[in-house]
């Protein structure tokens, strides 16, 4: 969901795909197993849907988040209260796709606002694994980092109800022209441009025009093979987040955008 690291790049997703996560949360058992399952990894592929989220808590590189066999499912509530951390790593149930759709991708938007009011932000930060392609047929390396262009504008330019009669190519042409290069991308020859299914990146929540930039605006797209049994992970680093909001969109596939609230040390509402 993909590696990342703070500055530069604030988050930056395995190079294959997601993969799987773990926790220690220090919480009662009794609470914890009400609302985030710890569990097995294999029961958190067959029970709960594609796309579906879990965290793990414990690690701090790959190799140790994709060996962690206990996972907790947040997959059960739409808002999580977690424990301060440095990072914060998440595994995506990859498993049980459809053979048809050889290769598939995640589009995922996280959204973090600061624990305390700050001047600083760091902006927009994307994310593309490495494998896309140009509508040409061109292969596009990693992408990763921050960039110039403005939260407010990545999102309205993804958003076709603020179009201000604009096409959804001037739109795309503009897109490319302010962030200096190309994000959206073709997953394989076959398929559509992540262009056609924006929609995640065009959600307008938690992005106030009457507010600065969040703490960051991440969004990350990562292609992977139906058939790679690799675990799909990904990691936040905590520059001093209050909440983050994760949206995970596999229309791509079949599977619709998968909303969660995460607020560090904050009860949920």
Known sequence: MIRWILLGALLRPERQIFAACIFSLVLPAAAAS?????????????????????????????????????????????????????????LVNNRGINDAASIGYFAVRAVARPAKARDASYGLILYRNAGWLTSSGATLPELSGANRLSVKQFVQLHDDAADAGKTADDRLEQLNAGLGGTFHALVARDQPSSWSRRSVFALQKNIDELEPDPLFYWASLTRFAASDQTPMVFYLNNPGIGTMRISLDGSNLGFPMQPTELRIGQPCP
Do not use: I, M
Request: glycine share 8%; proline share 4%.
């Open 34 to 90: 009400q609302e985030r399952p710890y569990v097995h990894r294999g029961l958190f592929y067959s029970g709960t849907s594609h796309g579906a989220l879990a965290w793990v808590d414990g690690v701090n590189s790959f190799d140790t988040a994709r060996r962690r066999l206990f996972v907790y499912d947040l997959s059960a509530s739409k808002c999580h209260t977690l424990p301060h951390r440095s990072q914060y790593w998440f």
